[in-house]
T-cell receptor, first 120, second 114 residues
């Protein structure tokens, strides 16, 4: 069974601070994908990044960066110089390796989410 | 671009009433999913459909039924609503049948069961 744990329920920072959101996952698959989604106060879910299990390179996109470490089963997300608009719930998710002949078709397992509040 | 469209956006039901949540996507995706979101529990998969004509149970299927009407549409039905089904429901779609792509979500449907 797959599991995603986001141990930080809520984080509060002041604008311009850096903040790291932790994500730890469990899976028996050797091939899998990891995702981060953002849910702003308006409620929709916004895709941020996808990372496959074969690629452990860190990724940076503007103020966002992701650190994937298979050795610790972690996929952490850092926001540099946070802004009020970053206030949202952030979800980490894991997709199992589906196979057309079986019953698993790439279902996504989500963590509990981390509520990030950035104060001005 | 519409993407994934869910209706209704809000609904209040009394215990025992039935209703259907509608979902349609215009991206020609194969896979579609229904999730529910509850405070502190993230999103949990209710049912999914890997392709037209197939549906499978997810993590929390009890009390729900689904229909994959065609490639575009995937509906979720509550036959006899219970207060425990008060939640925000999200429909999502994915291009592939397997694990390569991200999910595209609808805006959510907030359901309250009294």
């Amino acid at each position: 069974a797959q599991k995603v744990t986001q141990a930080q329920t809520e984080i509060s920072v002041v604008e311009k601070e850096d903040v790291t959101l932790d994500c730890v996952y469990e899976t028996r698959d050797t091939t899998y994908y990891l995702f981060w989604y953002k849910q702003p106060p308006s409620g929709e879910l916004v895709f941020l990044i996808r990372r496959n299990s074969f690629d452990e390179q860190n990724e940076i996109s503007g103020r966002y960066s992701w650190n994937f470490q298979k050795s610790t089963s972690s996929f952490n997300f850092t926001i540099t110089a946070s802004q009020v608009v970053d206030s949202a719930v952030y979800f980490c998710a894991l997709s199992e390796a589906g196979n057309a002949g079986g019953t698993s078709y790439g279902k996504l397992t989500f963590g509990q989410g981390t509520i990030l509040t950035v104060h001005p | 671009n519409a993407g994934v469209t869910q209706t209704p956006k809000f609904q209040v039901l009394k215990t025992g009433q039935s209703m259907t949540l509608q979902c349609a996507q215009d991206m020609n995706h194969n896979s579609m999913y229904w999730y529910r979101q509850d405070p502190g529990m993230g999103l949990r998969l209710i049912y999914y459909s890997a392709s037209e004509g197939t549906t499978d149970k997810g993590e929390v299927p009890n009390g729900y039924n689904v229909s994959r009407l065609n490639k575009r549409e995937f509906s979720l039905r509550l036959e006899s609503a219970a207060p425990s089904q008060t939640s925000v429901y999200f429909c999502a779609s994915r291009r592939d049948r397997v694990w390569t792509g991200e999910l595209f979500f609808g805006e959510g449907s907030r359901l309250t069961v009294l």
